[in-house]
Every structure is written in structure tokens, then in C-alpha cells.
């Protein structure tokens, strides 16, 4: 994809990006204060509620979704708990709303300071981000280089909402490593990748309105309607087993906590924010829910006539990459669920790689004016990063600018989630016009 001699050049371009803005920036915001409530600071970030309701479980044995268990996440996040007049001051509770067993992977730092835990945490995602994307480019075999994988991580490392994601230490970004690694391993067909295929795909329902629509395509259309029963029995073996073991010793841990988690989930869409759509067209607008279904039914299209026995390359990828994208659309997210649109955008980048000899038409023409306007509302909210981050002269420049470019950060969704059937339209359309040569 790129001539060896720029090995070097994109080595060193690679560690700069890393040093600068993962792990120096990482490694200081660990120790900065935010402004919480009036009169305090705290160092508030994505895990802070999963971390703080990890320590109150398992140092002082109280329940995470309990009303104490939110004093304690509320005083860490904000200062002290909140009351009824701070919504002006806030506009996330901030509450203990994922499943139990994402508490499993809390646990080994809740015995260091938080600022160690964030340091800790900060690598951890850093690792699981490119080991995910790395899954992806074996798995789909682009980039075919070494060189090109290296450029093409470097170029995904630079996406704004990546950054944020690793600067709020967002746990999204363990299902998105824990869907890569089933995603890579499912494709070998043993029984050890298939058993292990299971064991992550179960992990990734540590946060489920990022990882359901694949759990449910992986297990039903995949291997149940598919490969069936006989030879699914291994990944069902791992997916079931690991499920039901995290249910068991969660529920050892802290009986009923099911109850109280749905209970956490059902509260959550009152006050964790827009879904992606709701973002560009208004929250509980009827648009927005028109928009939802339709991308719902798009998704259940192309599931259906792509299921019949067919050549189409990459076909479950593009299904995958899709729901992973569908879901920033229909369900409450920010700006860091970027993330799961990747590999609708590495597909789509593959399939114009390998156009890139041949004469281009219409529909190749589609195809990348949505993967242009995918990656420009993307890259636009670094705009306001660096407003933010440099305030004065330079900040005023960086919003200025802003005001001048047309369109938001979140309306990618809404081109992400036409690009995957385009995508699929231009690859049977080719797959076409090959049979009738």
C-alpha cells in the first residue's frame, strides 16, 4: 500500500501520535481536577462510576445500584450527591448501569489511588483499541502490509473521538476489543477458536447498547441458522458457558442484582443523552424514530437477502460492521461510539482500494461521497477540541472556523448508516456484471 522506504517516517509518526495525545495527555489528565458541583473539583471521567461502584462492593460491601452506592459514584464524580437543584450543574446522574460482570474487570485497581486506577485503565484501552483494529485488518485482510497497517492504525488513532474516548477512559472500548477478537476468531473453524469465540462475544455484553445487534447476529444467523446446532456446538459451548459462569458468580457476589441492573437500564434513557439520531434530528422527535426504524429495517434487509447461499465477499463483515454502526444511530451515545463505525469505514476503504485500477462509475461515486462525508463529521469535532484545549486567540480561531464549516459531528450517523447499503448495492452490482462477462 506504501513504499517501504516511508517505513520510518510513518514508525515515528505513529509514536508521536501515541506519546502525544494518549499518553501524555492520558497520564496527566489522570492527576487533573474538573470542576464538579460549586465549590468542587474532582477528576471525573467514564469509568469513575463503574470504578467507584466496583470499590463500594467489594471494600465495603455495598451495592452498586443501591441509593448508597450512587452517594458514593455521585460524590466521586461530582463532589457529593446530587439533589434535586443540580440539574442546572449536570446532565448525566451518573449511576452504576451496566451489567454486574463488568465489575470482574474493575476489580484488580480498585486496591490503588484513582489516579493509578486511570493510568492503569488508560493502557488498558490503549491496548484493546489497536488490538481491535488489528483483528479487523487480518480479519478482513486490508491492509495487506505491514506498512499499510501501520499508516491505517496511525490514521485511526488520529479520529477525535477516539482521543476522547481514551481521555474519558470509556469502557466501549473493551467491546470493541472483545467483538474484534470474536469476530477474527470465529472465521478459523476449530473448536478452540470457536469455544474462545464464545468466551469474548459473552464479555462484550459488559455494556449491551454497544454490542447486542452483534451478539444476537453472531449467535442466530451465524451460527444457529447457518452452521447449525452440531457444528455451532463449541462457540455455543463457550458463549452459554461464559454466560451463565459471569451470572453465577456475580450473583454469589451480590444476589438479585439482575433486578436492580434492568431497573438501572430503564432509568438510564432518562438522562444518559440522545441516541445518535435524536442528536441531528431532536430528542423524542418523530423523525428521529422514523429514521431508527428505517435503519432497523435496512439492516434486516440485507440480513435476509444476503443469507441466501451466496459468494459475496466479506458478507458478514459488512452485516457486523453495520449493526455495530446501527447502534451509535438508535441508541443513547456520544461522540466516543465513533469507535464501532471503523469497520463499515475499513470495508468501504477496501473495496476502493481494489477499484482503484478500474474505471469508476455512479455508484462507485456514491460510495465515496459518503465515505468522504463519514470521516469529514468525524474529524470536524477536533475543531472544537483544540478551541477548547488552547482557549485565547487560537481558540477563537478554531471556533470561528467551526462556525464556517457546514454540518455536526453527529451526522455521520446518518451517512455511516447509508453507507452500508451502498456498499453492499456496489458490491452486487459488480458480483453482477463479473457473472455476465
Not at 461521497?369 to 480561531?397: C, H
Request: aromatic share 16%; charged share 10%.
Amino acid at each position: 500500500m506504501f513504499a517501504g522506504k516511508r517505513i520510518p517516517v510513518l514508525t515515528v509518526l505513529f509514536f508521536v501520535v501515541v506519546a502525544g495525545f494518549y499518553l501524555w495527555q492520558g497520564i496527566t489528565s489522570a492527576y487533573k481536577f474538573y470542576p464538579g458541583l460549586p465549590g468542587y473539583q474532582v477528576q471525573a471521567f467514564d469509568s469513575t462510576p463503574r470504578w467507584a461502584g466496583t470499590r463500594a462492593l467489594f471494600l465495603q460491601g455495598i451495592n452498586p445500584y443501591s441509593p448508597a452506592g450512587d452517594a458514593i459514584i455521585q460524590t466521586l464524580y461530582f463532589g457529593r450527591p446530587l439533589q434535586p437543584g443540580d440539574k442546572e450543574y449536570t446532565g448525566d446522574q451518573q449511576k452504576f448501569a451496566y451489567p454486574l460482570h463488568v465489575a470482574l474487570l474493575y476489580l484488580p485497581t480498585v486496591f490503588t489511588d484513582f489516579s493509578t486506577a486511570l493510568i492503569i485503565l488508560l493502557i488498558s484501552f490503549y491496548l484493546a483499541f489497536i488490538a481491535g483494529v488489528l483483528f479487523w485488518f487480518r480479519r478482513l485482510g486490508f491492509p495487506a502490509s505491514k506498512t499499510g497497517q501501520l499508516a491505517g492504525l496511525t490514521l485511526l488513532l488520529t479520529l477525535p473521538e477516539v482521543y476522547v474516548g481514551f481521555q474519558s477512559r470509556q469502557p466501549a472500548i473493551w467491546v470493541w476489543f472483545f467483538i474484534a477478537a470474536c469476530f477474527y476468531l470465529m472465521q478459523r473453524g476449530d473448536s478452540t477458536s470457536d469455544v474462545l469465540a464464545g468466551f469474548v462475544l459473552a464479555w462484550s455484553t459488559i455494556k449491551p447498547q454497544n454490542s447486542i445487534l452483534v451478539v444476537l447476529y453472531i449467535v442466530l444467523v451465524v451460527y444457529v441458522l447457518e452452521r447449525g446446532f452440531r457444528k455451532s456446538f463449541w462457540f455455543l459451548l463457550g458463549f452459554l458457558g461464559t454466560g451463565l459462569a459471569l451470572l453465577g458468580i456475580t450473583w454469589l457476589i451480590l444476589p438479585g442484582w439482575v433486578l436492580d441492573f434492568l431497573n438501572a437500564a430503564r432509568d438510564y434513557r432518562g438522562y444518559a443523552g440522545n441516541t445518535g439520531i435524536e442528536s441531528v434530528l431532536g430528542a423524542n422527535s418523530p423523525a428521529a424514530l422514523v429514521v431508527s426504524g428505517i435503519g432497523v429495517l435496512l439492516w434486516v434487509a440485507m440480513i435476509w437477502y444476503t443469507h441466501k447461499p451466496t459468494t459475496l465477499p466479506d458478507r458478514h463483515a459488512l452485516m457486523i460492521a453495520y449493526a455495530l454502526a446501527l447502534q451509535v444511530l438508535i441508541f443513547p451515545t456520544h461522540l466516543y461510539n465513533f469507535i464501532f463505525v471503523i469497520p463499515l469505514l475499513l470495508l468501504t476503504l477496501k473495496w476502493v482500494w481494489e477499484k482503484r485500477a478500474v474505471r469508476w462509475n455512479g455508484v462507485t461515486l456514491v460510495v465515496l461521497i459518503l465515505l468522504f462525508l463519514t470521516l469529514y463529521f468525524a474529524y470536524l469535532y477536533w475543531l472544537g477540541i483544540l478551541s477548547e484545549g488552547f482557549g485565547g486567540t487560537i481558540g477563537n480561531l478554531m471556533s470561528t472556523i467551526r462556525r464556517w464549516l457546514p454540518g455536526s459531528v453527529y451526522h455521520f450517523t446518518i451517512t455511516a448508516i447509508l453507507l452500508g447499503p451502498a456498499l453492499l448495492w456496489a458490491t452486487l452490482r459488480e458480483q453482477r456484471a463479473e457473472q455476465t462477462v
